[in-house]
Protein backbone atom coordinates (compact mmCIF):
# COMPACT_ATOMS: atom_id res chain seq x y z
CA UNK A 1 0.00 0.00 0.00
CA UNK A 2 1.39 3.45 -0.57
CA UNK A 3 2.86 5.44 2.37
CA UNK A 4 1.27 8.71 1.45
CA UNK A 5 -2.27 10.46 1.17
CA UNK A 6 -2.54 13.57 -0.91
CA UNK A 7 -4.52 16.30 -0.91
CA UNK A 8 -6.00 17.78 -2.77
CA UNK A 9 -5.95 15.24 -5.77
CA UNK A 10 -6.70 18.09 -7.89
CA UNK A 11 -6.00 21.79 -7.87
CA UNK A 12 -6.63 24.76 -10.32
CA UNK A 13 -5.28 28.21 -9.57
CA UNK A 14 -4.71 31.67 -11.42
CA UNK A 15 -1.50 32.33 -12.30
CA UNK A 16 0.17 34.58 -9.37
CA UNK A 17 -1.90 32.74 -6.71
CA UNK A 18 -0.38 30.37 -4.23
CA UNK A 19 -0.70 26.64 -4.55
CA UNK A 20 -1.09 24.98 -1.11
CA UNK A 21 -0.50 20.84 -1.13
CA UNK A 22 -0.97 18.67 2.01
CA UNK A 23 0.94 15.09 2.29
CA UNK A 24 0.09 12.72 5.26
CA UNK A 25 1.94 9.56 5.85
CA UNK A 26 1.87 6.58 7.68
CA UNK A 27 5.18 5.37 9.40
CA UNK A 28 8.36 7.04 11.01
CA UNK A 29 10.50 9.25 8.76
CA UNK A 30 14.18 10.06 8.29
CA UNK A 31 13.24 12.73 5.44
CA UNK A 32 10.42 13.68 3.22
CA UNK A 33 10.82 14.78 -0.19
CA UNK A 34 8.47 16.17 -2.67
CA UNK A 35 8.75 15.78 -6.91
CA UNK A 36 7.33 17.19 -9.42
CA UNK A 37 6.04 14.90 -12.65
CA UNK A 38 5.30 16.67 -16.06
CA UNK A 39 2.76 14.75 -18.33
CA UNK A 40 4.19 11.72 -19.58
CA UNK A 41 7.93 12.46 -18.19
CA UNK A 42 9.84 11.60 -14.76
CA UNK A 43 9.95 12.80 -11.61
CA UNK A 44 11.94 15.72 -10.54
CA UNK A 45 13.34 16.39 -7.19
CA UNK A 46 11.99 19.28 -5.81
CA UNK A 47 13.22 19.74 -1.95
CA UNK A 48 13.84 17.56 0.70
CA UNK A 49 13.31 18.13 4.47
CA UNK A 50 14.59 15.92 6.92
CA UNK A 51 12.60 14.80 10.21
CA UNK A 52 14.15 17.31 12.70
CA UNK A 53 13.37 20.41 10.33
CA UNK A 54 9.85 22.16 10.32
CA UNK A 55 10.49 24.14 7.47
CA UNK A 56 12.45 24.15 4.43
CA UNK A 57 12.40 26.73 1.46
CA UNK A 58 14.02 26.99 -1.67
CA UNK A 59 12.98 29.57 -4.14
CA UNK A 60 9.09 30.33 -5.12
CA UNK A 61 8.98 26.70 -2.85
CA UNK A 62 8.36 26.30 1.04
CA UNK A 63 7.80 22.94 2.96
CA UNK A 64 6.84 22.15 5.99
CA UNK A 65 6.79 19.27 8.48
CA UNK A 66 4.86 18.12 11.07
CA UNK A 67 6.27 14.83 12.54
CA UNK A 68 3.75 14.75 15.11
CA UNK A 69 0.81 14.75 12.84
CA UNK A 70 2.60 13.16 10.04
CA UNK A 71 1.95 15.43 7.71
CA UNK A 72 3.23 17.71 5.05
CA UNK A 73 2.63 20.39 3.11
CA UNK A 74 4.25 22.36 0.08
CA UNK A 75 3.34 25.74 -1.27
CA UNK A 76 4.09 27.14 -4.34
CA UNK A 77 4.31 30.80 -4.13
CA UNK A 78 3.41 33.19 -7.22
CA UNK A 79 2.51 30.19 -9.61
CA UNK A 80 3.24 30.58 -13.23
CA UNK A 81 1.71 28.57 -15.65
CA UNK A 82 4.85 26.69 -16.04
CA UNK A 83 4.29 25.34 -12.89
CA UNK A 84 1.07 22.86 -14.37
CA UNK A 85 2.78 19.40 -13.12
CA UNK A 86 1.69 16.64 -10.74
CA UNK A 87 3.37 16.76 -7.40
CA UNK A 88 3.99 13.95 -4.86
CA UNK A 89 4.98 13.60 -1.69
CA UNK A 90 7.87 10.17 -0.99
CA UNK A 91 9.27 8.44 2.04
CA UNK A 92 11.51 5.81 2.11
CA UNK A 93 9.85 2.97 3.92
CA UNK A 94 11.02 2.19 7.64
CA UNK A 95 13.23 4.53 9.71
CA UNK A 96 16.59 3.39 8.02
CA UNK A 97 17.89 4.67 4.84
CA UNK A 98 16.86 1.91 2.40
CA UNK A 99 16.82 4.16 -0.79
CA UNK A 100 13.56 2.58 -1.25
CA UNK A 101 10.81 5.82 -1.77
CA UNK A 102 7.17 5.50 -1.65
CA UNK A 103 5.37 8.01 -3.35
CA UNK A 104 1.90 9.80 -2.03
CA UNK A 105 -1.05 9.47 -4.59
CA UNK A 106 -0.48 12.96 -5.87
CA UNK A 107 -1.77 16.15 -6.57
CA UNK A 108 -2.52 17.28 -9.95
CA UNK A 109 -2.00 20.88 -10.31
CA UNK A 110 -3.14 22.87 -13.28
CA UNK A 111 -1.84 26.91 -12.94
CA UNK A 112 -4.14 29.05 -16.00
CA UNK A 113 -2.45 32.19 -17.37
CA UNK B 1 22.47 17.63 -12.14
CA UNK B 2 22.65 13.73 -12.31
CA UNK B 3 21.31 12.28 -16.11
CA UNK B 4 19.09 8.94 -15.96
CA UNK B 5 18.49 7.94 -19.48
CA UNK B 6 15.75 5.76 -19.81
CA UNK B 7 15.11 3.79 -23.55
CA UNK B 8 12.63 3.09 -25.24
CA UNK B 9 10.29 6.26 -24.05
CA UNK B 10 7.56 4.50 -25.72
CA UNK B 11 7.17 0.90 -27.31
CA UNK B 12 4.24 -0.52 -28.62
CA UNK B 13 4.21 -4.60 -29.22
CA UNK B 14 1.78 -7.91 -29.61
CA UNK B 15 0.49 -9.59 -26.89
CA UNK B 16 3.15 -12.40 -26.18
CA UNK B 17 6.49 -10.93 -27.22
CA UNK B 18 9.16 -9.60 -24.99
CA UNK B 19 9.89 -6.01 -24.06
CA UNK B 20 12.98 -4.63 -22.81
CA UNK B 21 13.48 -1.12 -21.17
CA UNK B 22 17.29 -0.27 -20.16
CA UNK B 23 17.60 2.36 -17.37
CA UNK B 24 21.43 4.43 -17.43
CA UNK B 25 23.29 6.48 -14.86
CA UNK B 26 25.13 8.92 -17.51
CA UNK B 27 27.22 10.98 -15.45
CA UNK B 28 27.27 8.58 -11.91
CA UNK B 29 27.47 5.59 -10.63
CA UNK B 30 23.85 3.82 -9.06
CA UNK B 31 24.72 0.67 -7.19
CA UNK B 32 20.89 0.74 -6.64
CA UNK B 33 18.45 1.39 -9.20
CA UNK B 34 14.25 1.36 -8.57
CA UNK B 35 11.86 0.52 -11.32
CA UNK B 36 8.28 2.07 -10.56
CA UNK B 37 5.51 1.74 -12.30
CA UNK B 38 2.33 4.72 -13.20
CA UNK B 39 -1.25 3.91 -14.41
CA UNK B 40 -2.66 6.99 -15.98
CA UNK B 41 -3.81 9.32 -13.29
CA UNK B 42 -2.45 7.46 -10.35
CA UNK B 43 1.09 7.28 -8.48
CA UNK B 44 4.27 5.25 -8.83
CA UNK B 45 4.08 1.75 -7.68
CA UNK B 46 7.29 0.42 -6.59
CA UNK B 47 8.29 -2.43 -8.69
CA UNK B 48 11.55 -4.22 -7.41
CA UNK B 49 14.87 -2.73 -6.57
CA UNK B 50 18.19 -3.48 -8.56
CA UNK B 51 21.16 -4.14 -7.29
CA UNK B 52 24.43 -3.94 -9.18
CA UNK B 53 26.23 -7.35 -9.30
CA UNK B 54 22.79 -9.24 -7.04
CA UNK B 55 19.21 -10.40 -7.77
CA UNK B 56 16.96 -7.64 -7.65
CA UNK B 57 14.10 -7.65 -4.67
CA UNK B 58 10.61 -7.34 -6.01
CA UNK B 59 7.70 -6.41 -3.83
CA UNK B 60 4.79 -8.03 -2.65
CA UNK B 61 2.41 -8.83 -5.74
CA UNK B 62 5.02 -8.29 -8.41
CA UNK B 63 6.32 -11.87 -10.48
CA UNK B 64 10.22 -12.14 -11.06
CA UNK B 65 9.72 -14.50 -14.06
CA UNK B 66 7.39 -11.77 -15.70
CA UNK B 67 9.60 -8.87 -15.11
CA UNK B 68 13.41 -9.84 -15.37
CA UNK B 69 15.51 -7.42 -13.85
CA UNK B 70 19.50 -7.13 -14.43
CA UNK B 71 22.04 -5.18 -13.46
CA UNK B 72 24.99 -5.80 -15.04
CA UNK B 73 27.11 -3.11 -14.05
CA UNK B 74 26.69 0.19 -12.07
CA UNK B 75 25.38 2.23 -14.44
CA UNK B 76 22.60 0.10 -16.78
CA UNK B 77 19.69 -1.59 -15.47
CA UNK B 78 17.45 -3.03 -17.96
CA UNK B 79 13.81 -4.54 -17.23
CA UNK B 80 12.21 -7.28 -19.56
CA UNK B 81 8.57 -7.08 -19.67
CA UNK B 82 8.31 -11.04 -21.21
CA UNK B 83 5.19 -12.46 -22.75
CA UNK B 84 3.17 -9.16 -22.62
CA UNK B 85 -0.11 -8.68 -22.41
CA UNK B 86 -2.53 -5.94 -22.58
CA UNK B 87 -2.42 -5.80 -18.75
CA UNK B 88 0.90 -4.84 -18.78
CA UNK B 89 0.17 -1.64 -20.83
CA UNK B 90 1.42 0.73 -18.82
CA UNK B 91 3.72 3.73 -18.14
CA UNK B 92 6.97 2.34 -16.73
CA UNK B 93 10.25 4.53 -15.01
CA UNK B 94 13.56 3.70 -13.34
CA UNK B 95 15.37 6.07 -10.92
CA UNK B 96 18.78 5.59 -9.70
CA UNK B 97 20.70 6.20 -6.04
CA UNK B 98 23.89 8.18 -6.43
CA UNK B 99 27.08 6.21 -4.86
CA UNK B 100 26.43 4.78 -0.94
CA UNK B 101 23.46 6.28 0.84
CA UNK B 102 22.23 8.72 -1.69
CA UNK B 103 18.86 10.05 -0.21
CA UNK B 104 17.31 11.44 -3.48
CA UNK B 105 16.79 9.69 -6.55
CA UNK B 106 17.34 10.51 -10.28
CA UNK B 107 14.38 9.34 -12.52
CA UNK B 108 14.50 8.59 -16.16
CA UNK B 109 11.71 9.66 -18.44
CA UNK B 110 9.58 6.79 -18.53
CA UNK B 111 9.10 4.18 -21.09
CA UNK B 112 5.07 4.34 -21.90
CA UNK B 113 4.21 0.43 -22.64
CA UNK B 114 1.51 -0.53 -25.09
CA UNK B 115 0.71 -4.18 -25.51
CA UNK B 116 -1.96 -4.91 -28.14
Known amino acids: SQQGEEDPQALSIQEGENATMNCSYKTSINNLQWYRQNSGRGLVHLILIRSNEREKHSGRLRVTLDTSKKSSSLLITASRAADTASYFCATHLGSGNTGKLIFGQGTTLQVKP | GAVVSQHPSRVICKSGTSVKIECRSL??????MFWYRQFPKQSLMLMATSNEGSKATYEQGVEKDKFLINHASLTLSTLTVTSAHPEDSSFYIC????????????FGSGTQLSVL
Open chain 2, 95 to 106: SARPGQGGEKLF
Open chain 2, 27 to 32: DFQATT
